[in-house]
Structure formats: C-alpha cells, structure tokens
C-alpha cells in the first residue's frame, strides 16, 4: 500500500506523521492515559520493549517536557459535528466517560501542568532506540536475571543491591509494554508467546514496581485469555483489557490495565525464578481464589441493563480445570475519534508526509536485497504446482 | 428466514471439522506403512498406499496437536514396548500399542489420558526400553524425562534441566545412545544451542554444551537432527540443519568427535551470572569458547519466498561426498529439495573460519503443496535408495504426499524421461540397420540451420509420431525405451513437409498430416503412408472433430476432420471411413466469416460450433437457402484476442460445451436452439494456468463415478496438466514456456497416467509418469482464514481471506463420516471478501475491499460431469473515483413494487467511509438502480440488515457500526437516483465498541396494533452480547427501544459471529449461536417466555471449537435430513448439529 493510501485507510498513521509520533501505537497509550489517567502522580516509569520508541516519547513528551495531550489530539471535528447531528446518545458519551474513572480527566488535573519534578523513565528493549530527551535506554533482555538491578541503577545511580532496602527496590510507579512478536500465524503459538512476552513484563514489573504501582501491557485475546486474566488478578487490586479506538477493532490486540499493586503476602518476586511457565503461579491463585476471580466494577451507566445469565450447560468434568476469569472491557477514547477502521476522503491537496522514523528492518532485509540483486528470483529454478 | 423459527431447548454437537493439519508421523506395521495424521485435538490414522482414513481418536479436550513421535524400534512395538507420543502446547499424551492396534483396525481406542507439561513442549521422544519413558524439550531449552505407569494411565514428569533458559522457536531431540540425547535449540533471536544431556540410573542426570550457533538474522524457526551419514570413506558426519525468518537454511557440522567439553555446570554458573546483551546478530548465549563454532556451518542457502518452517534431512548418497538430500518447506506452501554436496580437499584441511564453506546446497526441485499459506508440518520416511515418502500437512487441513509405491499392476505407464536430440534418432536408425531415407542426410538447410524436431503426434499410447525439419517422419515404439523407425516416403513428400506442416491424430493409430503445397496425407500403423486430398493453397490446419481422449482406444468408426487452407472463405469437411479406406469430401462447406482463423470446433448433433484464433465462438447450421454450413450468431467472452483451443460437448449433453481459451478460462455454454440459435455462458473459471492448450473429459471405469474434467496447457516456464475435478496438478513439466510443439495421452479412464512430448531448446523431451508426483492423501479447504459464510437450502459457501470463495455441498450422510463436498471455487476478487449472501439458490452476491461487489449466478450442468456451473452475471460500478473503499456489509431481500412487475433484489450496503446506500438489482437487464445514500458520522459501519414493514414501500435498513451503535435508515417509496437516506431513529448504543456480529427474529402475536417488533441480537468487540428489543408503528412512523440487555462477558473475546438458530415468530425468544476469538462456540436462549413480563437470557452450550479466529457462523438446514446445523469458519471449519 502506498503512502498516500495508507493516509486514507489509516487515520492514526496518518495523524502520527502530521503530530511528529514515531509510530502510531502513541495514540493508543494517548487514549488509555486518557481513559485510566495512568500518569497520574506518576514520575518513575519503566517501558520495556520500547522500539521504535513511540511509548517512550509519550512519556517524554507528556512527563519530561509536560506537553498535554487531550481528545483534540485525535478528535475527527466532522465526525463531532455529524454526531451531535445524529444525536449520538451525548449523555451517553458522558456516562461512559463516568464508567471507570477515578480521578478527574488529564485535561484539567493540575498535577499535569508543566515538567515534573524528578523524572525517571527508562526504556528498555533488545533493539536500539534512538535517542529521546530525557530518556534512558537501555539495550537488554527484560527475561534475564542481571536486568533487574541493571534497571535499578539506571534509575538510582547510588543503588546497591546489598545495602538497599525494600522500598529503594520497588521505586516504580508504572511499568509499561507495547511488545509483541511477529505472528506465526499457527494462533495458539502466537498466543503462547505473546503471554511469554507479557510474562517477561511482569515479571520485572513485580521486581520494580512499588505497592499501589500501575502495569499495562499489550495482550492478545484470544483462547485462553481469561486464564492470563485471572493470574494477573492475583497482584494487583483492579485488571481492566481495555482497546483504545486507534487499536483496529479486526485486530486481536488489545491491553491489559492493572491497577494498584497489591503483591501477596509472602511473594517474592525473582527472574530467577519467573511465573509463566511451571505450577507456583497456578499454586498460588488456588490459594488465593475468591480474591482473584472478583472485582467491585462500577456499573455503566449506559442505559443497558446487565444480565445476570442462567448457566444450563451441563457441567464437563474434563473442562474449564483452571481459574478463569474475563477482565472488565473498556473502550477508550471517546466517540469523536478518528476511527482505525474507516476509510477517510482527503483533500485533493493532501500531501502524504514520510513517517517520522523508518519502520525497524525486517530479518529478512538482506533477503529482499539478494533477491532484487538476481532480478526478482533467487534462481533459476522451476515452480511445479501442487 | 426470520420470521417464525420452532422453538424447543436445544443443545450442540459436534458433527464435522476441517482444520489446520500440525502434526504428521509415518509409521512402518508389517508390510503397510500408515501415517498419523493430528488435525485440531484428533489424532487420525490414514493407509498410505490406499489414502484410506482407518480411525480417529480425540488426543486432547482443547488442544491442538502440534507433534507425533513413533518409537523406532519395530521390535518394541511387536513386544508390545513402544507406542507413540502425542504433544501439542503443553498436553502430551502416550498411546500403547494396542490403541494403535485398535485404530488400523477401525476400533475406537480406550481416550487417552491427557497431562500437562510444566511449559508448551517442541519435541518429544520415546525410549527403546526401560525408564524412564520419554524425554520433552521445552520451549525454554529445559529438557523434562518423564515416566508412565505400568498401567499407563499415570505420567510424572522429572526434574527439568536446562544450561540456558532462552525463548525457542524451535527444538529437535536426537537419541544418541542408551543414555544420551542431543538437543538442538532454536532461539528465537536467531541463535542455535546444541547440547548434550546424560540420563540414566548409574550416573546422575547432567548436560554439556557443545555448540552455539550465530549466523542466523531472524528467529530460527526449524532444527533438525540427521543421522549420521558417511559421505567419505572413514568419515561420518553427522548434521543439523536449521531454517530462519532470514530466509535462510543452513547447515551445520555437529558430529560428535569426541572432543574435550569443559563440564558443563561451570558454564552453567557464568551464563546466569553474567549480564548479557542480546538481541539479533549479537552473541547472547555464545560465551567465549563458542565463538569459534559459527566455522561449523558447512552450508547456506536460499529460497523461499517467505518464511521456512521446517527442514529435514533425507537419503544420503553413498557416493564420495554426498549428495545428501535436504528438504526445506515454508510458508509460501512450497517443499524444496536440496542436495548438499561437500568439497572433500576443504574437508580434509579442517573447519576454520576462513576457509569458507564446504558444503554447498543446490536447489533441485520446488513444488508447491497447499492451498493459501503455510506447511504447518511434514513427515520423511526413507528406505534406502526408494524415492523417501514425503507428508505435508496444510493450514488448508490437506495433506500432500509423494513416493506412494503403486501397485504395479494398476498403471500402464511407467516412469520414462527422456531428452533425445535428433542426430541421436538418425545414429539409431544407422546403427541398426533400420530402413531409412537416405536422400536427405545432410544435418542443416540451405540456410545452414541445423534441422531439428517439428512437429510430434500421439497415435496411441505406446507409439509416437516425430518429424523432422527436414520433412522425414518418424515413429517411435515406447516400452522402457524409445525404438525409432522411419516411416519411409518419396522424396517429393519429402520436400512437401520439409519446414512446414500440420499434423494431427484423429483415432488410434492413425495420423492426417496436411503441407506447404495444399496436399493432405493419411498414415495408417503399419502402412505406407498415402495422399488423401489436394487442396488449392497451403493447408494452415487440421481440426479435430473427435474426442481427443478416445486414440488409446481401438475405433473402426468412420471419423472427420475439418480442413483450413490459407486464403480460402471457407473450410472443408474431410471424411474417412476405414472399412472401405475411402476418404470424401463433405458436401457441408463451412462459410467463415472474413478474417476468421478456425482453431477448435464441435458438432452438437446436426450444429456445428466454431471458436478462432480471437476468442469468438459462432453456431453455423444447414438453412433453408444452403447446402452450407452457414454462420447463424457469434459471441466472444475473452478481454483479449485469445485463441479458442478446444471445443469439447459435455458428456452426456447435446446442448452443453465446453470451450477452452488461451486466455486461461474456459467457459460452459448451453445453446439455445430457437429459430435463431445463440449460446448462453454458463460457466466461466481461471483455473491454475496460464494458457488452456486443451480440454477432455475423462470416462471412469466405474459407472458410479463422474467423469472429471481434465485440462492442459502452459503456466510461465511449464507444462501443466490439471485435474479441474479433483483440483489437483497431474504433472508439472519444465519446458521453458509456451508456443512450443507438444503431444499428450492418457489412458480415458486414468488421467493422472500421462505421456507427453514436446521440444525444449531443439531437442525432443519425452516424459512418462504412472502417477502424480504429488497426491492427496486427506482433502483440504481454505488455506486462509474464512471471513463469511453463506447457506442456501442447498449450497454452502465460503470465503477465505485470500480472495477464494468455495461452494460445497453436504454429501449424503449414509457414510458413517458427515463431509462436504466442494462443487466449485471462485477466483475472481483482488481484495479481502468482507460479506457473502445468497438470493435464493440461484444468486450469490459477495462484497469486498477495492469496492468489488459481484452477482454470481449458480446453476447445475445438464451432463453426467458433476460440476457446479458459476459465472459472475454482474459487477457493480458504482463507486468513488478512487475505488478504495471496502464494502463492509450488504442484506438482500427480494423486492417488487406496484409499480413495476420484476422481481428484483433489494440491495443495502454499507461501505467503510460510513456510507449506507440502497440498491436494487434486474435479473433481467443486470442492471443496478441506486435508490438513496445515507452518511453516519464518519465511523467505519460493520453490519447491514433489511427490517421488513409489511406492506410498505419504503426500505428500512438496520446498520451497526465500531463505536457500538446501531442506527436504522429509511428510504421512502419510489426513491432512485441517490435520495438521502433518513435516519429514522437516532442511534442506539449496545455496545462499548465495534458492533461485529448481529442477527435478528422478527416477533410476532401481538395482535393489538400493526406494530412490527424485533429481537435484535449483537455480538460485540466488548466480549458481550447483546440484545435489543425494537418496534416500529407504521402510523407514527417511528420506533421504539422496547428494551437493551447485555451479557457482559458472555466470550473472554471478541464475540465474531452470531446467528439465530431458533425463536421468533409467537415466541418471545430467540436461540442465538456466538464464535468468539476465546475457541467456545455457545448457545443461547434469550427474550421473555410467552406470558412472562421478564427478560431472561440462558445460556444452553458450551463447547471447544476448533476454529480459530473464527470470522462468521450460519445456520445450515439440511433439507435431506431435516436436521438443524451450524457452520462456524475461521482457521478450518466446523460443523456442529443443533439437537434438541
């Protein structure tokens, strides 16, 4: 697809490339800050497979340089138009906005008015990042063991693993994660290591974050996603799967919000020994059941009444062994986006600007190099069909 | 469909699933080999020689399998030791011998007991004897020994071992004594870590590292392990050879040659002490002593389009050196053969880094195996020098074999290629003493050209008629060679076909050849040749008026063929009858129009068909005023001028043809015999070839059998044979690329034995085969992800993510095993399908990106071939200037007005800037009327439906959109041309975001007032489900939200597809089915039961479905059986019977 094209089909790459983002993954932590205010008292923040690098700029740009960015960083002014003109249920937009919040909206918290005081952001993945202001990047594996004080030191340049105490290792406020792997397309592998990717998070989340500290973190929904839901329930007081109107809704990515951090007793978190894999997670969900599998949600307020539904399916003794649990959904970013998934008419004077930041070079590169190099073909060899 | 459906409790079975084929394993019982198939959670066991499916049993309650491990050892399994292992994610289980027993014999086998490994499992393997039982190897590079209890019945796992815990992609385990196993690693920063672990009771469980691989730039995503080949005298190797997201496959030295290691738990220490950098093309677990390791890799190469999958090792050679034989498989669905070849001096002067490599890997072979994407698994098996029988297993649920060993007395053709140049043939003649023309030796022409292979003629299937440039004839006899013989003529016949010359085979054993001077020859097997007619001017063809099939068959009949001569008006009939050997001219002669070249023709009883070099078809019959053969009415459907090629009558039919064209379709048509006859299109198809040189219909021995449509022609560089029937290449040749002379035959009953000749680069190719290299052992779908689903009371249709809409049809269930049977496929969108419906049985109507929106009328082919004729009867063009939007959604409804008689179809569609317009539709003119457009607010719309108003004129059509509304849009009566549509109620919200699934049951019973009511029932990108109770009053015009209900976390994902099943009507509930993204097919009942205020939803079933990222779900009635299903597409399909 060409440039011009994409801009059509693709209001947020558009919309990266006119605001100056490095991708247009910026707008969905721009929509769920708005949605969860997850910079909220925030001043310490770990991005983990930060690259290109487009999370890492929000954080720049909104924590460092104290840059706001509200709805009309996205608002599609002839979609407002259109709605109140369709009345589209404004009291509606309202009661959403309601639904789930806890603190009032970005936009007119005091606490985010300029540059705040003591900044900490580091942004780690295995490729490099280039640079941003403010920012610290560090080039390692979030899965190893020596990552953890690594990410300590950067962040405390006085830090010692053996005089520290308690608090001094658990400084962060919020820990956030865009990664995911390039999809093999056989869905439960693609599934299986992107809850390995988002294991690695939280693992180091659980290393670095402080009580009360917030994880996001990409997810895919898919089979068994409400086991994933479920275990993260055990650390923390609130898990939300929240897709932001940027995010295509045909796509199956959307994002884990957990909120307030609440280890349990006892747990000690280590990559030496990581959850994921083995039976200490399972473990201690089975001891901690009922706690895991509740969450005191606020009702939305959207006119709709919530069924209560009556279960007749007989029970199947061989399925549904393990705890699930389906996390609340929340849509965010209001009605007025930009929507990922419409086709746009431009101005016939449109001109399609180049992406701020080339895309990652794909494993394959040298591939397509080689293969343009012998004229479209690796070889001379015959193609037979099945 | 939504107005009144029977309502009782019901409740889901599963009845049939087509999935994605992840696990394939052959193994030897006896004298029979048999392969085990793992399809979804069912492992399956097919007979290999006869493709026979003997027995199923369900491995896992909801897992895929992703690997099977056949014990090796024969013995074991006779005594009853063995059995297989069976793994996919982290279920494993172990089957003993007797259930393997159990399934060749058809005997449902005790269910296997399922347990979980402690992390999703690569590779597993079985030992010999003893315990413990078995080893897996994780996808953290741990290695985990398990043991099963004598009753089999229990597993436990060991201790899991590991010198590094990184992310695989890929792992092979490779026995390598009685106590050790070599494990290979994939990782998935492109890294490879070989290492050695050491079980057994005398010495305590320990590992070494022995290699660490770089080299690789993207995740490695297949290792395998050879056995150790001995490619030189003394020297034995033993190889590993892995495949990348690079593009690359490699191969690496890992042959044990016994050097010192330094025990492996120092290593272990420093590697989790040490920080690391990692990251591709970095050294992450490669520590100092590795660095020296990446020197192993002995080959690389080069050729897949996209990313390899797999790679396994197959025979070696036992010459100096190699070949070995390397197979790579990747997601472009292709295998490749390689051969690895090693220069023995680099060998000899040892592994270093600046050597360079000593292997080198040559690509011999590519065929593609699947439908859409990917090879998800393979299975080799080798026997010595025997060609290895090679599985693949598809995301298209097909799987793919080659080296099957027929039995021999089932095919006539052996295996034969040959490349004969011409000098040979004359050397033959010579040194045997054969009878040949003496007079033109010389080896070149005036012009110095050297004279090579003309023109080649099949007269039955052991004999071949060559000639020369030189104008010599030849024959030759096939058996396991060729025998040349000359058919000796006078020099003036000669001079007569020297470099011009037309030649054709009209039935056995007999061969018209037509020259430059107008003259036209008869050669009859065995006899002299002779001249059978001049003509006045140079004969620029032969047409066969026969069935090309039938000249392998003995025929006394008398037989016609029909005469072109350069610069005539007209063509000639030629007859021939064989009991008198008297040939006559025909008095019919056939007026051609100007310009026009004959290149195929037919008669259908007394009329005869005519196709030309550009494409035209034209019906010439006797008149009243003629004696002639005159053209009555032509038609021409190719965009080109491409020639006709063949003209074959269907079997069975007077009115029905088959044309085929250089254009790469061929047509059906039917003649419609009025006072002026003219021909109706009932087919039209692309398939797999480039150019259609020719077309025949295969007669089965059977008499129960259809017989097949078989086609050939030229596809880039090849020869192909296609069978249209079974969708499956015949033979693939190599021939550097069309316009070249060529001759085939098949026997008429066998198509897939096939003999063909042909000229490449001036010399005579001569290939026979007894089968196809490639065959179906188990039959395939979609190789991409279905988007829709569409039943009529008859046909199923679906359509995939690559563009392929296929229409199936349920076969009777008197087989034990329900399947559908795919009647036809349908090539013709460039974009992704977005909808699909049917109007009626006769009218399919698709939707996609690229503002592509076909009519497609579906009926049946009067003939004994059983196919589904399809032809695209419209193309709506009525789009935007840039033609880029998709259209997302459309309903159609039938739709008559007072004011018009045709029945026409109602058309609603939404497209992704927001738009919904109103359309109707003339069967009869084919023509599009636009009624009225209607704008939304800029979010992209996902569903449209027609709400029906009784005797209204008005168009009511219900739309929902990515922001989780729903909006209801009027066109008023007697609207055209572009009207703005109204929107009649402002939206309704249900849910949080995008709507992506909605049906609905008309209500009725309430007999107070004219109101419509409907239950209307979402399924949301929120994970819910909704529903919403709606009614419209005719006399206020206006509607009411009688009511919103929502189930919030009716799926843990995206609810993708709903359909009502059941409801409607005087109930006041609806069944309702959901597909989600989660893999849970569900089944709901919701509304208020009759005399209840309260609206109440339950929830009746519960099920695993196969099916991931499921994109649709439709109801299917089965009239035959009068049984109520549902399809759910996605990754496969599945169909599951609604019982109550």
Redesign the interface.
Known sequence: MGKSSKDKRDAYYRLAKEQGWRARSAFKLLQLDEEFNLFENVTRVVDLCAAPGSWSQVLSRVLIKGEKFGRSAWQDREAKFRQDMLKVIRSDAEADSESVKEAPKPTNAPANDGPRQDVKIVSIDLQPISPLPGIITLRADITHPATVPLLLKALNPDYDADTMNQQAQHPVDLVISDGAPDVTGLHDLDIYVQSQLLFAALNLALCVLKPGGKFVAKIFRGRNVDLLYAQLKVFFEKVYVAKPRSSRASSVEAFIVCINFQPPEGFKASLEEPLGVGSRLPQMQAELQESTTAQDDDKKDDGIVDMEIEDLTPSDPKDQKSIRWVAPFVACGDLSAFDSDASYRLPDDHVSLDPVQPPTAPPYKRAIELRRANGGAYGKVPVTSK | MSSSLIMAQQKLEHNFALS?V?ALAFQDIGESTYLFVGEDAWLKIYHVTTSRLLGKVRAF????I?GIHVSESKAGLANGEAGILVW??QSITVLPPSSIRDLVRGVAPPEPTEFKA???IYDGILFPAGDPKGALV???NELIPFSVSPDGHGLTFGTLTSPS?P?LYSANLCLLGPDTILVAGGT???EIIVWKYHFGSSRPSQWEVLYVFTGH???V?GVSISPEFEIAPGINVRLLGSC?????IRIWDVTDRQLTIPAGQEIDSRL?????????GDN?EAKEENKNDSSRCLAVA??HL??I?HVKFGRSSHAQMGPVEVYSFG?D??R?RWELTFDLKKWQEGLSPTSGPVGNLR?????????G??I?SVAISTKGDQEPLIATGG?DGRV?ISGVQGSADSTKYRHLDFTVPLEKVLQQLEDNGEPHNTTVDEPKNKKGVKYAFQKYSFLSDDLLMATATSGRIFLAAVTDSLSWEEVLVSDTVVEDLRSYMVMKTPVKDTVILGGATGKVYLYRRGQEIMELAHFPGKISDIILLQDPSQISVENQQPWSVIITVLGLDHATILNFDPSSMKSTIDTRKIILPEHCIITAAAFLNSILIVGSRIGALTIHTLTRDSSDLVPLSSRRDPKGKDAITAICPLPGSSTSFLAACRDGRYRIYTLNASSVPFLNLQHEISP?LGMIEGAWFSSPSSRSSSPELILHGF????F?VWNESSQ??IA???CGGAHRPFSCVSPPEDPNQLRLAFTKASRMRFYSQPAP??QTLKEGGHGREIRAIAASSRYIATAAEDTNIRIWESTPSSSSSPSLKCLAIIEKHSAGIQAMKWFGEDYLLTSAGSEEFYIWRISRLDSSYDALAVVCEAVWDDGTR?G???IVDFDVRPWTTTAEEEEKILIAMV????EVRTYTYSPETNEFQLLAKG??????P?KARHLIIPDSEEVHVLTGY????L?IWRTAAGAAGGKEAE?VH??I??H???V?ALDLVMLSGEATNNNSRWLVATGG????L?FLDLSYDPAEKSYTVQ???????A????VTGLCAVAGGGKEGEVEVVTVS???RVKL?KGGSAKGEEE????????K?SSV??AGDVEKIVDEGEGKKKVMVGG?GMEVWDLIE
Not at chain 2, 244 to 248: A, L, V, W
Not at chain 2, 911 to 914: A, K, P, T, Y
Not at chain 2, 935 to 940: E, K, L, V
Not at chain 2, 1095 to 1102: D, E, G, I, P
Request: with cysteine; aromatic share 10%; proline share 4%.
């Open positions: 994605p992840t309650y909801s897992q895929p992703h996919g994610g402690p992390d999703w994780t996808a953290h815990r992310i998935v920063f492109g730039e993207g995740s995503f990348s997201d690079d593009r690359t989790l002490t040490e920080a690391r950098e990692t990251g591709f992450s080069m050729g996209s990313r999958w997601e669905t292709t490749q690509n011999c072979s590519v065929n593609s195996c699947h439908n994407k990917n998800w995301a793919a797999p596809k880039g560089k090849n192909v499956q290449t693939s040749i190599e290299f490639l840039d880029d939007l998709r497209l992704s800037n927001s704008m939304y607010t800029g979010a992209c996902t990515t922001d989780g509304h909006a929107l402002e939206p919200k249900v949080q975001s995008s992506k990108d929120d994970n819910a909704g009511g919103r209900y929502r189930v919030a976390s799926h843990a994902a995206a993204n989660d893999q709901w609206f109440k939803v339950k929830l009746l079933a519960n695993y991931a990222d990754v």
